[in-house]
């Protein structure tokens, strides 16, 4: 996913941000944006950003303080399928942008790999699992001492045994 900050750094931000979805030829979606970008910025529209999910093919989103800025930025532009955009809950954004991550399942006394960060390639006894914070505390197995350590749960992996 890319996304970029478009023009509009001069105008006041008064208007609240909304997002918009345009449906483009498939492989073309960063050239779009592109091209979006640069004429917002050439013309000081109030294009706030424009994202390319990498999960959504032929997908481009622009948020936008304007509608007249929006229309203005994307007159014109090749391999735009609708030119009529799609308006977009903000929170419909969040789940494109941010996918859900998969977290293991994890109990007290599993065993587990440590797959990245500082511990990666240890192995350790779960103690306590903090899905709320996406947090586990570990009894580092392979230390010379007992060394408890917290690490983030996207970065362990139950030992099958």
Same mark, same amino acid.
């Given at each position: 996913m890319s996304s970029a900050e478009a023009g509009g750094q001069g105008q006041a931000r008064a208007k609240p941000s909304r997002f918009y979805a345009f449906e483009v030829i498939g492989g073309t979606e960063e050239r779009v944006a592109l091209v979006i970008t640069q004429r917002a910025q050439a013309k000081d529209l109030d294009v706030r950003s424009v994202i390319v999910p990498s !999960? +959504?093919?032929?997908?481009?989103?622009?948020? *936008? #303080? +304007?509608? *007249?800025?929006?229309? !203005?930025?994307? +007159?014109?532009?090749?391999? /735009?399928?609708?030119?009529?955009?799609?308006?977009?809950?903000? !929170?419909?954004? !969040?789940? /494109?942008?941010?996918?859900?991550?998969?977290?293991?399942?994890?109990?007290?006394?599993?065993?587990?790999?440590?797959?990245? #960060?500082?511990?990666? #390639?240890?192995? #350790?006894? *779960?103690?306590?699992?903090s899905p709320s914070k996406g947090e586990v505390k570990l009894l580092i197995l392979d230390a010379e001492f007992g060394m408890l350590a917290t690490v983030s749960l996207d970065e362990v992996r139950r030992v099958e045994e």
């Open positions: !999960e +959504s093919k032929g997908l481009v989103i622009v948020e *936008v #303080g +304007s509608l *007249v800025d929006l229309y !203005e930025a994307i +007159s014109g532009v090749r391999n /735009i399928k609708r030119r009529r955009p799609l308006p977009i809950k903000p !929170e419909e954004v !969040e789940r /494109i942008v941010k996918p859900a991550v998969e977290v293991p399942e994890l109990r007290e006394g599993d065993i587990v790999e440590v797959v990245a #960060g500082a511990f990666k #390639g240890r192995r #350790g006894k *779960v103690v306590e699992v």
